[in-house]
Each structure stands twice: as structure tokens, then as C-alpha cells.
């Protein structure tokens, strides 16, 4: 008996073993991605020319960007006041009788804006960095107080929220072959098919922070995220085979974000 207790005694430890190595693999294996912002993006003010003209004008030329009839909500970008341009810059929020403006929330590459009635919310979405290969945004929580005045609650910076998800992500290279992870959780696995640029960067291959978007289309957030290689030629990062990710995206009442359950929506 005694003979046969060491031996289970043995074939167990040996198995934790071989379970232990085949995580410590696993784990050192798994590599942080690097974010491209690396500071908070600032604030966006309205030009001091906008302003003044703002000021005296006579006529707002506005188009809208959500005319929600059942709640009594319209939000719309301010184009131009008399015959100044607003270069991108104001938004206008009227719930029933009452409007409000923002003018320093920039309308350039056509915000989404969406009302959900359970909550109260009016989610906004707002251009942060934009140009060839680069879609950021910023995320507007607008409620409603006393005579239906509109203010915002929250705006998240995209700055948070990369590094947030940095703090989750990982991934592993294998020949052409990227892992991505999500903790301990496969998220989804790509090729690469680019060929000309060198092959993957020896210290950081993956990158997040240049396309950091949202959808509010349900009314709930989602934030959408697309990774980024760099290869040892070029100075931009590619996204020919990178999947478009999307997790459920939480304010909380004191303003705080939580990024919920990671999934593939997309690939190339």
C-alpha cells in the first residue's frame, strides 16, 4: 500500500508538472501590446473667430444628426453661423421647447448620436484625432436637468480607455501566425499577408490607440477598437489583417468606465 501511495503521490506531482510548464509557456509566450497615445488627448475649444461670430450672429445653418420625434430630442452640428464657418466645431442639443449648445464638441467625420429613453442618456460621439489610418474618438454622456436643459455628464477620454485595454491585452507571433488574448482568453487568431514591409517589428509588433472608436447606434455603447503591426519598414502601422474588436462599453453615476466582454466583430 505504502509502495502505491508514493507512486500516485509521484504521477500526480509529475502531471502538475508538465501542467505548470505548459502554463509558464503560455504565459511568457503572451506579450503586452504598446498604445500610441501618450498622454490624454486635450480638450477641443472653439477658434476665438468662431466665437465672436458665434456671438453676433443671426443665422445658424445647422443639419441634424439624430431627430428623435417620440423623446422630443434633436441634436445637430452648427456648419456655419451667418457666413462664417464653424470649421467643425458646436453641436446643439433642443429637447422639446429648450436648446443647448456645445461649442467646443467638434461635428467633423459625422458623430453618431443616440437617445435611450430607459436611461436617460443621449450618447455623443465626437472626432479626437483624425487623418489617413486614424479614427479616435471621444465619448459625450449628455443628460437632461431642470427645463430640460442639456449638459454633459461624462466625456471619456480615449486616452483612458487605451489604457485600459492595455492592461488586458496580449499576444503571441508564431512565423505569420498573431494571437490575440484577452487575459488568459484566445480572442482570435490572424495571418499575416503583408510581405514587402520587412516582416514584424523585433520590440513592439502590435500596437492599439489609432483607431479607437465607438458605436451607439442601440442606444447602449460599444467601443471598437482595430489593432495595429509595425513592421521594420515604414513609419505607420498597418491594418490589412487585423480584426475589428468590440466590447460593451459602462458609465458609471461618478463618471468611471468599465469595458465589458472583449469579441471579434469582424475580420479582414
Not at 505548470?20 to 504598446?34: H, S
Not at 505569420?176 to 482568453?185: A, F, M, N, P, T
Request: overall charge negative; glycine content about 8%; some cysteine.
Amino acid at each position: 500500500m505504502k509502495r502505491k501511495t508514493l507512486i500516485s503521490y509521484a504521477l500526480v506531482i509529475f502531471a502538475m508538472a508538465l501542467v505548470m510548464a505548459g502554463c509558464k509557456t503560455a504565459n511568457v509566450d503572451q506579450k503586452p501590446l504598446a498604445g500610441t497615445m501618450e498622454d490624454p488627448v486635450p480638450s477641443d475649444m472653439m477658434p476665438d473667430h468662431v466665437q465672436q461670430a458665434s456671438a453676433k450672429a443671426v443665422m445658424f445653418h445647422c443639419h441634424d444628426l439624430l431627430n428623435d420625434t417620440v423623446s422630443e430630442i434633436n441634436v445637430s452640428s452648427i456648419d456655419e453661423v451667418d457666413q462664417t464657418s464653424t470649421e467643425g466645431y458646436g453641436i446643439n442639443v433642443t429637447k422639446g421647447a429648450l436648446s443647448t449648445t456645445f461649442p467646443n464638441i467638434r461635428h467633423t467625420r459625422e458623430p453618431q448620436a443616440k437617445y435611450n429613453a430607459k436611461t436617460g442618456d443621449l450618447w455623443l460621439t465626437s472626432s479626437a484625432m483624425e487623418g489617413s489610418g486614424i479614427r479616435v474618438e471621444w465619448l459625450h454622456q449628455i443628460r437632461f436637468g431642470e427645463n430640460d436643459l442639456a449638459y454633459v455628464k461624462t466625456e471619456v477620454n480615449p486616452y483612458g480607455v487605451q489604457q485600459e485595454l492595455l492592461q488586458r491585452l496580449s499576444y503571441t507571433i508564431e512565423g505569420e501566425v498573431i494571437s490575440l488574448y484577452d487575459g488568459g482568453k484566445l480572442l482570435t487568431t490572424v495571418t499575416n499577408s503583408v510581405k514587402n514591409m520587412g516582416g514584424f517589428d523585433d520590440e513592439l509588433p502590435l500596437w492599439i490607440g489609432e483607431q479607437l472608436y465607438y458605436d451607439v447606434s442601440s442606444g447602449d455603447p460599444k467601443v471598437i477598437f482595430i489593432p495595429g503591426v509595425k513592421f521594420t519598414t515604414g513609419l505607420v502601422l498597418t491594418y490589412d489583417d487585423m480584426p475589428e474588436l468590440s466590447a460593451p462599453f459602462t458609465i458609471d453615476e461618478n463618471g468611471l468606465f468599465t469595458i465589458h466582454e472583449i469579441t471579434v466583430i469582424a475580420k479582414p
